[in-house]
């Protein structure tokens, strides 16, 4: 019997069928070991030993593995064919080695593109050994993630509260995003005109032409910068007499775009299917790994992590056969079409990302399909047939025309396109992120030296406008051409920014959120090195001659490491004010942009003589005034919209240069009733400051749309806690509120909840007895809330569920026998995952606890490594920043 391991059931299923009974196939369902996520997994003073560490959930497979290699004759490993499946193979290996159930068996490694039947029996013809140097590049590729993720995101936890984490490409990516958004922000408008003459051949067709040159001079798209100076010119043209000066026709060709590579892939998913890059790998995935045809798994394209825009000689033969019989002789060429790879970087020497059968054709296989896998196939099948097809024809068109005025000379111009033979166009165009100005018109018979008549002069006015927010497809796109990340990254690291609310997709385009800016100026003003494009970059490359054999991984580790754990070990005695100083100075223009009366936009409003700066809480960055205590004006970084005056703010309200809104004055007290946005969101306040008495305040409650916040409903909420009635039995007051946990009624200490925030306004006395009697009768069990709130699943690292608590002194987060306090002013049912494993891991750190003991099968340690990196501590002195990482740091 012979064993083989692939990465997935689906493919297991599959190739079992196409082998036979002489063959075992089993999953390993990914990877099977990880670095655990705590300190020591990567021990750059033991020569960078790592600590490997298997998944929970793999110990059962990983088991069932073991049992079957022991009965096996020879052991076949065929995951995926690139860096990672190479990697997966290595793990499995090390494990069974670690298990004692190889002895001298043969153990072989094979790779396929696809999985058909023909593609997994040729492999099986040609085994070869685990790669070597491609697991070395994985090794250090997983070191340095780990590396730069465990030491700098505890800095920021320490330096700048708040923040998540950091990452080698994850935060090249983010400053991506910031940057452009700084851009868009510095950019200031500029004004220009266009002169657009409407003109009649003799036979009486129209058409349009540009001015484009005046008395011997050319003049560009921005040079008519006036209204004075249109009008000159616009008077000038209703003058003029129109003469064609020169017709110029040109053939052109268009070629046609290589197969899919995959961030091509993820590029025009997104862009004519609206699909996210995790979406579009999702769906590839399934397309690859196979769907049932008619009693038949099928896999219908090749290997969705690719480099590579070649394809397979057979399956450019396929390809030609299809456009023979579905297009004229024309559109095929009469040579196959080769293409190669542009970027320098391009890893791996795999396949485009093509259909298995190029006959298998969109229309016979959407039936076996879910609508977004259909759309997926048929356009990865029209972007490989269209890529073998003939070259599209056309003709362009450029008429030079000479309107003489008054002694004045002024040249216009009139450009168009047309296709004279559609080419691979017939099947397939690719869209692009940003449209450019080509004109694609097709002009009239004009004809050299006839005389044009005037229709009509246009002059209208136009605006340059800031370069645009990248959408996933162009940030994509960006980090290939700088060579930042590879095909398995971009939609990981795309997620990881969502994840970590470092950015939001608004009209489908990335925007930073504030917390975002901040750690993207934190890196650049203390670790600018690491968030350098080139730097990233050339990293990228290393791993990449690692992979060809040509450089040993853990050179390229002590190189990186020993000026990193120097810049790190610097920021030990990074002091707040430092830090807030280098964010003041890098981010002043995007937090206090200039006002539109020119006054200082750092003039703190409530006061009036202090300045508004960047503070730093507990909970994250906020801007507060310089005359704190005295003066306790604080605000969310950015109020959403302009700055200016009747700008739309945050949720669509209307909020004043200084963040407010006047709804009104309330009728008992005659003070102001506003709406405001402050550090933990917006709320209502009654009145102003006056000395250290604070106004009165109220929370919009969770759902309440700040652009609906009327007086009536103000006043409401700054009415609570308000008195419901006297309680029957005993004559004591009761009342209803909004607390941390929702709408509440109270008597006598108690508390019980109410249905919905809008009942807390209208309960009744009958109905407040009866809440508050139904709680009781609970009994107090229910009341400490020995229940859960909230069950967030099972912890990522340790295992075990995390669940959320109501507790006697707040609301905490539960592991097993930690429980760590919610912050203030943080509902629980907002917690996430992320959050709850760092507060256990911080609380976890503050309590002594016994070690516990891993399973002896649970870790092994990378062949080159003397020692465990548990098994050495190095003195506190020459320990790597690292080692005081808290124990849950979320490496990217």
């Given at each position: ?400 025309i000479l309107a003489e005025a008054g002694g004045r000379k002024l040249d ?193 409003p409530a006061c009036g003589n202090g300045k508004l700066s960047l503070k ?277």
């Amino acid at each position: 019997m012979n064993l083989v391991i692939v990465e997935s059931p689906a493919k297991a299923k599959t190739i079992n069928k196409y082998l036979g009974s002489a063959y075992q196939v089993v999953a390993s369902y990914g990877h099977v070991r990880d670095l655990p996520s705590k300190d020591g997994s990567v021990s750059p003073d033991d020569d960078f030993a790592m600590l490997w560490e298997a998944d929970p959930k793999s110990a059962k497979r990983l088991s069932d593995m073991a049992t079957a290699a022991k009965s096996a004759d020879r052991i076949i490993l065929a995951t995926d064919p690139d860096r990672e499946g190479e990697a997966i193979s290595w793990h499995v290996l090390e494990v069974l080695k670690q298990k004692r159930v190889l002895k001298d068996k043969p153990v072989e490694r094979v790779v396929f593109n696809a999985i058909t039947k023909q593609a997994v029996l040729d492999a099986m013809k040609n085994p070869r050994p685990i790669d070597a140097a491609l697991v070395d590049a994985y090794l250090a590729r997983r070191a340095l993630d780990y590396l730069v993720g465990f030491t700098l995101s505890p800095v920021l936890w320490r330096k700048l509260p708040g923040a998540r984490s950091a990452g080698r490409v994850q935060s090249v990516a983010l400053r991506l995003v910031c940057d452009r958004e700084s851009e868009i922000e510095s950019f200031r408008k500029r004004e220009y005109w266009s002169l657009v003459a409407r003109l009649a051949t003799p036979r009486g067709d129209e058409f349009d032409a540009r001015l484009v040159g005046a008395d011997g001079k050319k003049i560009s798209r921005l040079d008519v910068g006036t209204e004075a100076e249109a009008a000159a010119f616009r008077t000038a043209l209703e003058a003029g007499r129109f003469t064609v000066a020169d017709v110029e026709s040109k053939p052109a060709k268009r070629h046609p775009f290589a197969p899919f590579t995959t961030s091509t892939l993820q590029q025009e998913a997104s862009r004519k299917l609206g699909f996210a890059p995790n979406r579009t790998m999702q769906l590839a995935q399934r397309l690859y790994e196979g769907v049932d045809i008619g009693g038949e798994t099928v896999g219908l394209i090749t290997y969705m992590r690719t480099d590579g825009v070649d394809m397979a000689p057979e399956a450019v033969v396929a390809v030609r056969q299809v456009i023979g019989a579905d297009f004229s002789p024309r559109h095929l060429p009469d040579a196959p079409r080769r293409y190669q790879v542009k970027s320098k970087n391009a890893q791996e020497a795999h396949e485009a990302i093509r259909p298995t059968s190029p006959d298998r054709r969109p229309r016979d296989v959407a039936r076996y399909l879910d609508a977004d896998q259909a759309k997926l196939y048929e356009l990865i099948w029209k972007r490989t047939i269209a890529s073998q097809m003939e070259s599209a024809e056309m003709q362009r068109t450029s008429v030079d025309i000479l309107a003489e005025a008054g002694g004045r000379k002024l040249d216009l111009r009139a450009s168009g396109q047309v296709v004279t033979f559609d080419g691979f166009l017939a099947l397939y165009n690719e869209d692009k992120d940003e449209e450019g100005d080509e004109e694609d018109g097709r002009l009239p018979r004009i004809d050299k030296g006839e005389l044009l008549e005037k229709r009509a002069i246009t002059a209208a006015q136009h605006f340059t406008e800031p370069p645009p927010r990248y959408s996933e497809a162009s940030l994509v796109k960006r980090m290939e051409e700088l060579g930042i990340g590879r095909p398995s990254t971009y939609a990981a690291t795309l997620t990881v920014l969502r994840d970590r609310e470092y950015v939001r997709i608004e009209k489908k385009r990335l925007v930073p959120e504030d917390k975002g800016r901040l750690v993207t100026a934190f890196l650049q003003s203390f670790f600018s090195r690491y968030v350098e494009y080139d730097f990233t970059a050339d990293l990228e490359g290393k791993l990449d001659q690692i992979s060809a054999g040509e450089i040993a991984w853990k050179d390229v580790l002590r190189d990186f490491w020993t000026q990193f754990s120097l810049d790190v070990g610097e920021t030990k005695e990074l002091r707040v004010a430092q830090v807030l100083d280098a964010l003041n100075e890098l981010l002043g223009p995007h937090i206090f942009p200039e006002k539109a009366d020119g006054s200082d936009p750092r003039a703190c409003p409530a006061c009036g003589n202090g300045k508004l700066s960047l503070k730093l809480g507990k909970f994250g960055a906020f801007v507060g005034c310089s005359n704190y205590p005295e003066c306790r004006y604080t605000r969310q970084l950015v109020v959403q919209g302009d700055e200016g005056a009747g700008e739309a703010g945050e949720n669509g309200a209307m909020l004043g240069a200084d963040g407010t809104r006047v709804l009104g004055k309330d009728p008992e007290t005659g003070l102001e009733v506003t709406l405001r946005a402050g550090r933990f969101g917006q709320y209502v306040q009654l009145g102003e400051a006056e000395g250290t008495e604070k106004p009165k305040r109220s929370s919009l409650p969770k759902g309440w749309d700040a652009a609906s916040i009327d007086l009536d409903r103000a006043l409401a909420l700054l009415s609570l806690p308000r008195t419901v009635g006297i309680h029957p039995e005993d004559g004591k007051p009761i009342q209803a509120g909004l607390g941390r946990y929702g709408p509440f009624v109270l008597h006598d200490g108690k508390y019980a909840n109410l249905d919905g925030i809008d009942e807390v306004f209208a309960v009744g006395l009958n109905r407040a007895v009866t809440v508050l009697a139904e709680k009781q009768a609970k009994g107090p069990r229910a009341a400490r809330g020995a229940e859960p709130l909230k069950t967030l699943g099972d912890h990522p690292t340790l295992g075990g569920p995390v669940t959320v608590h109501s507790g006697k002194y707040g609301p905490y987060v539960k592991h097993g026998a930690v429980n760590a306090t919610l912050p203030k002013d943080t509902p629980p049912e907002t917690v996430s995952m992320d959050v709850a494993v760092a507060l256990i891991a911080e609380r976890a750190s503050k309590t002594p606890t016994k070690p516990v003991r891993a399973a002896k099968s649970a870790t092994t340690k990378a062949p080159a490594a003397k020692k465990t990196a548990a098994a050495k501590k190095a003195p506190a002195a020459k320990k790597a920043p690292a080692a005081k990482t808290k124990k849950a740091a979320q490496a990217s």
